[in-house]
């Protein structure tokens, strides 16, 4: 695990396991969505149903609801704390410690903002000068909630975890998630799709690019899955920012 994590960036596919809770957020997620799914029996596994495709693409808002009411229970918060999730963190860190951005997702049908291009985590948060956000180098665990296929899963770009930051610019919606690289450098072969099942996760550094696998459309199957990050707060880190990028920091700390 440690070995491929620092060899390509992140680490294999594996398992966790934390099955009462995941099966209490399953439920709650099947709550908030159920009357928007097909026609179905709401006696079979409670999987079978969170995999069951939409009637129809949900609008923003409906999206940004049930996201947002995900994200303010208590059993997402146990999972982004349980003993077996900062075990897993243990076995890249000495130390691990949780970082305050940690998001439930839910990958709907043709949601447009539920998609991210191609980014580096700690791009997105780069211009954030606050002191429990800035130079803590994070590692996130996508953690999955209901598994997740070649058509909704991420995508990870291989490389050793001693890059650099690339500029990102700013996607409506979003925020900081446009990593500006050249594309043309990046061969196929170095690019990783992954495949989970429920309560698999893996583990990528923050420098390491990756995105949401691009849409399908007619596809309205949901994929739903936690980004849990934590840090090391006996590492001392340092990385090589893009010089473009180091200037809009700087100069946004001096605004505010
Ligand atoms: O879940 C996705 O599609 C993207 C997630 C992501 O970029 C992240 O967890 O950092
Ligand atoms: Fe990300």
Not at 179 to 199: E, Q, R
Not at 200 to 206: Q, S, V
Request: some cysteine; hydrophobic content about 35%; charged content about 25%.
């Amino acid at each position: 695990m440690k070995q491929s994590y620092f060899n390509k960036g992140f680490s294999n596919v594996f398992l966790i396991n934390i099955k009462d809770k995941l099966d209490q957020l399953q439920r709650i997620v099947y709550d908030l969505t159920k009357e928007f799914l097909i026609d179905h029996d709401n006696t079979t596994d409670i999987l079978e149903r969170l995999n069951l495709p939409f009637k129809a693409t949900p609008d923003n808002k409906l999206w940004s609801e049930i996201m947002n009411q995900v994200n303010q229970t208590k059993e997402l918060n146990n999972i982004i704390n349980d003993k077996e999730i900062i075990k897993a963190f243990k076995t890249i860190f000495k130390e691990p410690k949780r970082f305050p951005i940690c998001f439930f997702r839910a990958r709907f049908p043709s949601q447009q903002r539920a998609l991210y291009d191609w980014h580096q985590d700690e791009g997105t948060w780069y211009l954030n000068n606050q002191n429990n956000i800035t130079k803590k180098y994070p590692t996130t665990l996508w953690f999955s909630i209901n598994g997740s296929n070649q058509n909704n899963s991420i995508q990870l770009i291989e490389k050793p975890q001693n890059g650099k930051l690339y500029d990102h610019s700013y996607v409506e919606g979003q925020g900081y998630f446009k990593a500006k690289f050249d594309h043309t450098k990046i061969h196929d072969s170095s690019i990783h799709t992954i495949t989970t099942k429920p309560s698999e996760g893996i583990l990528f550094h923050p420098l390491t690019l990756h995105r949401s696998v691009p849409a399908i459309s007619g596809d309205l199957k949901p994929r739903y899955s936690i980004d849990i990050r934590y840090y090391d707060s006996a590492a001392q880190t340092k990385i090589k920012a893009a010089w473009n990028f180091k200037i809009k920091k700087i100069y946004k700390a001096f605004k505010s």
